[in-house]
């Protein structure tokens, strides 16, 4: 929870919090977190389509939120 608390302010591609909890009181507590979906398709269901230009691209645009991530202060 903490981390999308952080996130949250960066302006990241993150997928937004919904809830928390946990499903049981005693032992085991089973926590849990719940998230909306992300916008996109995966480089996977692209079955090969994806050009090298689109490929840079993605690379590119991967690099600089990866940029951003870290510098998201602690």
């Known amino acids: 929870r903490e981390a999308y608390t952080l ?6 591609p993150i997928p937004e919090l919904l809830a928390e909890g946990a499903l049981y009181d005693d032992g085991w507590r ?4 719940a998230m909306t979906a992300m916008h996109g398709r995966s480089l ?3 079955n090969g389509t ?4 689109d490929q840079e691209r993605a690379a590119s645009w991967l ?3 990866l940029r951003r991530l870290h510098a998201v202060p602690s």
């Not at 996130?7 to 990241?12: C, D, I, V, W």
């Not at 089973?30 to 977190?33: D, H």
């Not at 994806?50 to 230009?53: I, M």
């Open 50 to 53: 994806a050009t090298r230009e």
């Open 30 to 33: 089973w926590p849990f977190l």
């Open 7 to 12: 996130l949250s302010r960066a302006e990241l």
């Open 63 to 65: 690099g600089s939120t």
């Open 44 to 46: 996977r269901d692209q």
